[in-house]
């Protein structure tokens, strides 16, 4: 099934009236949605207006209208269902960067388990965008991007602690994009 989210400019047009006033979270995920237009030849042709369209909406669940749980995964999965968004779309956005490690410390395992996770290229290209982009859009390599998020958080905190297990699960999917990236014809 397809919507106008499941395309980059429905889902930009969304991104944009959520997250605008929110600053750097807006500037974020403008710099995302480009790196991952930059890497869609990574996935299959038919997916990628999807990966860029998931990119735009990754983090909608920050947009203070839309949080209930005040974990943003899970928040901007739910709007987008709301919505009647794709449902791989919505478990996109449920399930990016890691969002299985923050859930469980969060307590939301349950909720965030209702939608399915895929492993798949689409994924691990998602995870690539957003873990080599800094909170204000600066490209960041994978170790600095971790290590920016760890010096945002406290330790003992949510974020902080599933980051640092979520570690080698996320610099994995990086790395698979960067591979499939590096076999493209340049």
């Known amino acids: 099934m397809s919507s106008a989210l499941d395309t980059p400019q429905g889902a930009a047009t969304l991104a944009g009236s959520l997250l605008t006033p929110l600053g750097n979270r807006w500037l974020h995920t403008q710099a995302v949605a480009e790196k991952a237009r930059e890497a869609a030849s990574a996935v299959p042709h038919q997916e990628r207006d999807l990966l860029v369209a998931a990119a735009w909406l990754?983090?909608?669940?920050?947009?203070?209208?839309?949080?209930?749980?005040?974990?943003?995964?899970?928040?901007?999965?739910?709007?987008?269902?709301?919505?009647?968004?794709?449902?791989?779309?919505?478990?996109?956005?449920?399930?990016?960067?890691?969002?299985?490690?923050?859930a469980e410390q969060?307590?939301?395992?349950?909720?965030?388990?209702?939608?399915?996770?895929?492993?798949?290229?689409?994924?691990?290209?998602?995870i690539y965008a957003d873990m080599t982009t800094g909170p204000t859009g600066l490209r960041l390599g994978f170790e600095q991007r971790i290590e920016e998020i760890l010096m945002r958080y406290n330790p003992g905190s949510p974020v902080h602690a599933a980051?640092?297990?979520?570690?080698?699960y996320l610099r994995a999917a990086v790395g698979r994009t960067q591979e499939r990236l590096a076999r493209q014809p340049g």
């Open 163 to 168: 980051i640092t297990k979520a570690r080698p």
């Open 106 to 126: 969060r307590g939301l395992s349950a909720e965030l388990a209702a939608y399915e996770r895929e492993d798949t290229p689409l994924l691990d290209a998602l």
């Open 58 to 102: 990754h983090d909608i669940g920050y947009a203070p209208v839309l949080r209930e749980t005040r974990f943003h995964p899970l928040d901007g999965a739910r709007h987008l269902e709301s919505l009647a968004a794709p449902s791989r779309l919505v478990r996109l956005v449920a399930h990016h960067s890691g969002a299985t490690y923050e």
